[in-house]
């Protein structure tokens, strides 16, 4: 079992590689249907597992097809972090989509109507 600290430099070794692939190096075109950012990566404690979660912006259909060739490009990913992150190990890589800033964007949007409402309803 690897410490938290150890953890925690894994994850951002891993986040920070696997953005330069988003950028650069995955070839898949459906990964470019829509703009692609490594929002969190999760690395489990014995370092084996990585779920690495992906803010997609794009319609939902370009959401779609980014994390389908995202999940496709998994096992490319894999054996890139294998050569550039010196693990006994390489983790299994799993993507996952982030929706949290979209959550977050509706909610602001939400309190910013509520706050409209009430505004209107003290100058009545």
Known sequence: ???????????????REVSQMLLN????????????SV???????????????VSIYGTPEAKAE??????????????QLGQRIRLRRTPEVLFLED????????????LNKIGQERKSDLEE
């Open 1 to 15: 079992m690897a410490t938290s600290r150890r953890i925690s430099k894994v994850s951002s070794l891993i986040k």
């Open 25 to 36: 190096e995955i070839k898949d075109d459906r990964v470019g249907a829509g703009m692609a």
């Open 39 to 53: 929002t969190e990566v999760q690395v489990s404690g014995d370092l084996q597992h990585v779920k690495i979660f």
């Open 66 to 79: 980014t994390m389908e060739g995202l999940r496709s490009s998994a096992t490319f990913v894999r054996r």
């Open 99 to 110: 929706t949290s800033l979209e959550r977050g964007d509706r909610m602001v949007h939400l």
